[in-house]
């Protein structure tokens, strides 16, 4: 029986971007399965291109005589399962792109690789014939061959690596008893474990009141057949993380699978130990800084049933589990859930959408839950479960707010308030641990001239070149590099220097204003090698440092006892960007940043540093009421229309010419105001976005705003159409972001 393979072309191509259909030759009917990866003859010169098998059927959509034959199986492609594939249209049609791309988006490892091995040496005759080859060899003096003889007599088998290690046989002499059949090396595949450390078993916690109803509420819901998305908030310290590793405990029992997600590498290692814990190597992680060979180790060992929980970013959603339960989302209003490469998937309906396909519950948790999320659950798409008391009781940190702008007036020109260093005083006599977090990265600061208002900026990008400690103003877009001025190049003047408040300028800040102070710094620039993070927060959770100085990555999900002060050096530094979300970002980093002091036994305080005390960000973020801060920002989308309450699509245009990206443009948004009829859809722009050029590539963004999702859907559909059908785009790169997480 002849049969038919659908294929997607991997050619990241609008024009491409369907199946085609192949004939399956009679040696592959067996073996080709949906979702494989495999060779075909493309083109008028029959060019052989990779593709990936999308379904397989005996009906040919073409005239049989011009169907061409699938080649053969990838050899270095890795097949991806029907489940997958269904994710992968999903995002093709609901973030845009083409659907090779959406392909490539759901394969976490992008090939295979050479598998791993390990050897071992098996005894290859009767423990009689053995016993007399040993004996010979004594006598012969050949004692590397007689060392092995008696340890294979001992133990029957040897790893190859204890042989040539410890034993100090060289594998000439394995090859020699190899040869005398006396010996025998077999080969086994290994699987890679990023997981290196070995924790200690933990015993199960006992569970607070509110923590088992929301364990109740899911399980329940799931084995009545009526599995959901639940909204988990609960405050600071709370015990999520508890709530989560129970839940995982009872999917796992009914021998289902378990996704964790984290919003960043930094919180692998904590959560990574406190499940490993629990469920020992039944637990594994999938995140950037592994190699090519774990990443592809770690799909296997899923694929084959060998883990029950993985553990790590957006990308691990798309590990392929055939059992899919529960997929857990810690820290879900995190910015980094959303995808910044086409498609722009966030992992958030990306989630909700897969586990519709498995049957599976989603649990998205949170002290201060993205407005989306609780837009959603207070609307009833989501199901609310509420966390109000922290697990062992503790009080919420007291925070104090610093006016900046009364510290300047005081003659206090220190990046730290006198609030601050008095505490700061404090807690190092009592031998008690401080964070201090300041959103910027080393000494990334811009030159200035003071005398003229000269700014050093990039001839290639509209941003001002930052400063480096090499005496180098760096572009950090483009990497354009010069050296720096001692003068001002406008006018001459010697007063040319650095605005910056960094992370390293802190810690040197720190270390002379309290020089007994143990200080560790942890931001882009000290965790750049392998495993950096997990040092960093290893050290400092073994109290082997006094201060933490760090960006985003310390104030997030972190548990850290001793820790009684946290210092917040920028709290407004991102205040007035020019973004919707800047208010909300603002609450969601102090709130966040405050729960990390007094999470132990000891009681916290948090000391928020800003130039605006009386913005309702700020004052609710000090209070820490979520709530109140939710009906103030859910006010201000309302009246201007932005998400959650509407949907925005942003069309990211881009070109060298900048007459022909406006002309582009304009066509665009003709079209568009065409297109959409009679639906209620806002038009914005084109308009040049906050960095209107990069490395001398122009860009223009057009914004369309509606309340209707799918008709942001359809409109993106007939845009790229459109694109696809006129030339006049071929020199363009057009990107489609739905409800960005920035303004451009």
Avoid at 356 to 366: F, I, R
């Amino acid at each position: 029986m002849t049969k038919y393979a659908d294929v997607i072309i991997d050619i990241s191509h609008e024009k491409v971007d369907r199946p085609f259909q192949y004939r399956i030759p009679e040696s592959m009917l067996e073996g080709l399965e949906v979702g494989m990866c495999v060779t075909v003859p493309f083109g008028k010169g029959n060019t052989l291109r990779r593709g990936y098998v999308t379904d397989i059927t005996e009906k040919c959509s073409f005239d049989p005589q011009r169907i061409k034959e699938v080649h053969s199986l990838a050899r270095d492609g890795v097949g991806v399962e029907d489940c997958q594939i269904r994710l992968a249209r999903w995002i093709r049609l609901a973030y845009g792109g083409t659907m090779i791309q959406a392909l490539k988006t759901v394969l976490p490892a992008k090939h295979t690789v050479k598998k791993a091995e390990r050897r071992k040496l098996c005894l290859a005759v009767t423990r009689e014939e053995g016993i007399s080859l040993l004996g010979e060899c004594r006598r012969k003096k050949q004692a590397a061959r007689a060392r092995l003889l008696q340890e294979l007599l001992q133990e029957g088998e040897l790893p190859y690596e204890l042989a040539t290690g410890k034993l100090m046989v060289s594998p000439a002499v394995i090859r020699g008893l190899e040869g005398l059949g006396a010996v025998r090396v077999e080969v086994l595949q290994s699987f890679r474990n990023p997981v290196k450390q070995q924790g200690r078993e933990e015993a199960a916690k006992a569970l607070s009141g509110e923590q088992q109803a929301a364990v109740n509420r899911v399980m329940e819901d799931y084995d009545g057949g009526d599995p959901g998305t639940y909204l988990l908030q609960g405050i600071t310290g709370s015990g999520k993380t508890e709530v989560y590793i129970r839940l995982a405990q009872e999917m796992v029992e009914r021998g289902r699978q378990v996704i964790v997600l984290i919003p960043e590498i930094a919180l692998t290692y904590q959560t990574l130990m406190r499940f490993y814990r629990c469920f020992g190597d039944r637990v594994s992680v999938l995140n950037s800084t592994l190699s090519a060979g774990e990443k592809y180790d770690q799909c296997e060992r899923a694929k084959c049933g060998e883990i029950d929980v993985i553990i790590g970013p957006r990308s691990a959603l798309f590990v392929p589990f055939p059992k899919v339960g529960l997929i857990l989302m810690d820290e879900e209003h995190e910015a980094s859930y959303k995808s910044e490469s086409t498609p722009k998937y966030h992992a958030r309906e990306t989630a909700v959408y897969l586990a519709s396909l498995h049957g599976a519950s989603v649990v998205l948790g949170s002290a201060t839950p993205s407005l989306e999320a609780m837009y959603r659950a207070r609307a009833g798409s989501y199901r609310l479960l509420e966390l109000k008391n922290r697990s062992g009781q503790q009080e919420l940190a007291r925070v104090h707010t610093v006016d900046l702008r009364k510290e300047l007036k005081d003659g206090n020109r220190s990046i730290l308030s006198i609030r601050l260093q008095e505490l700061m005083e404090d807690r190092l006599e009592k031998k008690e641990q401080i964070m201090l977090f300041l959103n910027r990265r080393g000494y990334a600061g811009f030159v200035s001239c003071r005398e003229c208002g000269y700014v050093a900026k990039c001839p290639h990008c509209d941003v001002s070149l930052s400063s480096h400690r090499n005496k180098k103003l760096v572009c950090h877009y483009c990497g354009y590099e010069e050296e720096k001025n001692d003068v001002c190049p406008e006018c001459g003047s010697k007063h040319i220097g650095e605005f910056r408040a960094g992370t390293q300028q802190i810690e040197d800040i720190v270390k002379t204003r309290f020089p007994e102070a143990r200080v560790l710094r942890m931001d882009m620039d000290t965790t750049r090698e392998k495993d950096g993070h997990e040092k960093i927060l290893a050290a400092f959770a073994n109290e082997e440092a006094d201060v933490l100085v760090g960006t985003q990555m310390i104030v997030k999900g972190h548990d850290f006892p001793n820790v009684t002060l946290v210092g917040i050096l920028a709290a407004d530094m991102s205040l007035y960007a020019d973004d919707y979300r800047a208010g909300e970002r603002t609450f969601q980093l102090l709130a966040q940043a405050a729960g990390r002091a007094g999470r132990g036994q000891k009681k916290g305080e948090a000391v928020i540093q800003t130039y605006s005390p009386e913005h309702y960000a700020i004052v609710t973020a000090a209070a820490q009421d979520y709530g109140a801060f939710y009906e103030e920002e859910i006010r201000y989308r309302e009246l201007m229309g932005y998400p959650p309450v509407e949907n925005l699509l942003a069309v990211l245009v881009s070109c060298r010419d900048e007459a022909l990206l406006e002309t582009g443009c304009r066509y665009l948004r003709e079209y568009a105001l065409r297109v959409k009829g009679r639906e209620q859809v806002e038009l914005i722009g084109p308009a040049s976005p906050g960095i209107g050029k990069i490395n001398d590539i122009y860009r223009k963004v057009l914004y369309l705003k509606t309340k209707r999702y799918d008709t942001l859907v359809t409109m993106k559909n007939r845009l790229e159409q459109y694109i696809e059908v006129n030339a006049g785009f071929n020199t363009m790169r057009i990107q489609f972001d739905f409800n960005p997480m920035q303004v451009f």
